[in-house]
């Protein structure tokens, strides 16, 4: 057993909460694993990021499925049903029990989504869901890794507030894997760093006054303009003469008896940088989906895209060749052994999972991206041997690959340390400082949001 293993094992038998703090691809995920393997004990529970979305061994799933109702099938569970099953798994039926599970799904807000399809969630419902399937049990040891990303402020209190209750009332021990200092919670016993070189701050720190200017440079005039990172080929040239780039008019969603979007009407200017924000299931992905010719709900509804009503002829491929995306969920479609640069190339041909061979230019161009948000040495590393962190700047390479008119971010920063927001906070700042660039971005972090920022929509 190694030093590290050895001592968050004995931490963990001794009780309280332990925060294990490190930066991206530190190896705190690795350093759980170990855990796992040498503590041969019931009693240890797990849950990853990663267990949120399912894995590769669910072949039914696709990254549109929750928008597309008539694809789910009999099987799928709904809230009531999945938590019922946890419950049953995890324990006698004992009043004691029963009122848990209860406090569990009032604290999470799930009593409303007991009908609903567990594939039609939230990111950030489906996370709480998840949570409270696990601390159901009440086991005796218990590792969460990154347990507050993907949560709205309110949320991330509570779930705070009931760790600390586990902790001191229950005695659970707790270990936390968290990418960033400001998460360690106040109640924490003791806090292990996961490398002794990792400089854990939060000074602000990002892509540098090279990087900075090179991303600047990047319009179609000036395409071969030298610069401190290499000029990047074949940049997208703006077709779009439109001043209105989304255009909503009293657009209503709803699925089975939930309603989700009520009679709103937004306009999005070409040039204009919104802050998309609300609590968990106000709506913000299933807006983002209508925008993103993901949802065919869309048909129904008064939208313009690019100055072309929905519905008039246009094809999806003539609306998401124009835009850039990433969400929490596009990393569970790529799931396949496949090399990093072929998951930032589908970025090029708006897939997921790229299905045409890149040339030599598009490879330089997915290159050039992947060196910006320093990660080009994982070029031929396989997605899924990376870390979450890795992978997360992966993704938002791919959104910026193509040089879009419309960069779409659903949570960018999601699991990323202090030092690799900043990188993206930069890139999005400097993207954005060019004429004709577009964006719409959602985080539960205030601090997240660039300084870009000129517009607020809040929903719910």
Known sequence: MDSQTALLASRLKEGGTTAVVGLNASGKTRLAENLRRQIASDGLRYMSFCDTYGTAADRAYYLQQRWNQHDISEETPRVGQAI????AMTGED???????????????????????????????????????????SKPRMLVLDNPFIGLDANTRSMLALLLEKLASESGIAL?????????????????????????????????????????????????????AKAPLPNLAVDESGDDVVVKLNDVSIRYEQRTILSHLSWQVSRGECWALQGSNGS???????????????????????????????????????????????????????????????????????????????????????????GIEQLADRMFTSLSSGEQRLALVARAFVKDPQLLILDEPMHGLDSYNSQVVKDAINAFCSRPGKTLIMVSHYEEELPECITHRLRLG
Do not use: H
């Open 84 to 87: 019922e099953r946890a419950y």
């Open 94 to 136: 004992t009043t004691e029990r029963r009122l848990w599970r209860q406090e569990l799904c009032a604290m999470m807000g799930l009593e409303p989504l007991m009908d609903s399809f567990t594939i039609s969630l939230s990111s950030g419902e489906l996370r709480k869901l998840q949570l409270a399937k696990v601390l159901m």
């Open 175 to 227: 270990c936390l894997l968290l990418s960033r200092t400001g998460e360690v919670p106040a109640f924490t016993d003791c806090t292990i760093l996961t490398s002794p070189e990792a400089v854990l701050s939060d000074a602000p720190r990002g892509l540098g006054a090279a990087g900075i200017e090179a991303l600047k440079a990047l319009t179609p005039d000036a395409a071969s303009t030298e610069s």
């Open 283 to 373: 709506g913000k992905s299933t807006l983002l989906s209508l925008i993103c010719a993901d949802n065919p709900q869309a048909y129904a509804c008064d939208i313009t895209l690019f100055g072309r009503r929905r519905g008039s002829g246009e094809s999806i491929w003539d609306i998401k060749r124009r835009i850039g995306y990433v969400s929490p969920e596009l990393a569970r479609s790529y799931q396949r052994q496949i090399p990093t640069l072929r998951v930032v190339a589908s970025g090029l041909k708006d897939t997921v999972g790229l299905y045409a061979r890149c040339n030599e230019e598009e490879k330089e161009q997915c290159r050039w991206w992947m060196r910006l948000f």
